[in-house]
């Protein structure tokens, strides 16, 4: 069975320091990998996705993640926090028929 | 291009009843996804449509249903309702089926069961 963990229930950061919110995963296989950000009261917002190919993955908002397979880890990372960064964050993998999301970690970026 | 809508936005069904809920995608968009999302379980995949057929389907019990229109539109269905069945439901429009293709979600339903 697949399983995604976000080890983290929240992550606090500075504005201007860089943060990284963390992923691993587990499941057999070449997974597809995802990033979501949710804002309060509002529905999930695509950040970025691993398929296949280079294990640095670039996507909205100024986010990039690192697939490391030998650690089975999806690390998302930004050089730059920002106040409007503050949300719910969610790791999710793909294998099969199955989309399995991470319990999810909550950035509060301070000014 | 309008994004994915939802209806009702807000629900208060009785134990023992049954409700269903409505997602149009986004223009264009044949793949519809359905989540639920609660403080306990977290976010959870209940099913997912393309082209009025059910492709996937996560751990959720029989009384979860759900169906696709030719217009691409979802609704899903939860019959005899329990307390545990309070939650946000998300519904997610993509291009066509598989997980390659992003998601767009829309601001979700929220079921309040008493």
């Known amino acids: 069975a697949q399983s995604v963990a976000q080890p983290e229930d929240q992550v606090n950061v500075a504005e201007g320091n860089p943060l990284t919110v963390k992923c691993t995963y587990s499941?057999?296989?070449?997974?597809?990998l995802f990033w979501y950000v949710q804002y309060p009261n509002r529905g999930l917002q695509f950040l970025l996705k691993y398929i296949t190919g280079d294990n640095l993955v670039k996507g909205s908002y100024g986010f990039e993640a690192e697939f490391n397979k030998s650690q089975t880890s999806f690390h998302l990372k930004k050089p730059s926090a920002l106040v409007s960064d503050s949300a719910l964050y969610f790791c999710a993998v793909n294998y099969g028929n199955m989309l399995t999301f991470g319990g999810g970690t909550r950035l509060m970026v301070k000014p | 291009k309008a994004g994915v809508t939802q209806t009702p936005r807000y629900l208060i069904k009785t134990r023992g009843q049954q409700v269903t809920l409505s997602c149009s995608p986004i223009s264009g968009h044949r793949s519809v996804s359905w989540y639920q999302q609660t403080p306990g379980q977290g976010l959870q995949f209940l099913f997912e449509?393309?082209?009025?057929?059910?492709?996937n389907k996560g751990n959720f019990p029989g009384r979860f249903s759900g169906r696709q229109f030719s217009n691409s539109r979802s609704e899903m269905n939860v019959s005899t309702l329990e307390l545990g069945d309070s939650a946000l439901y998300l519904c997610?429009?993509?291009?066509?089926?598989?997980?390659?293709?992003?998601?767009?979600f829309g601001p979700g339903t929220r079921l309040t069961v008493t």
């Open positions: 499941v057999s296989g070449n997974p597809y």
């Open positions: 449509y393309f082209s009025e057929t059910q492709r």
């Open positions: 997610a429009s993509s291009l066509s089926a598989g997980w390659t293709y992003e998601q767009y």
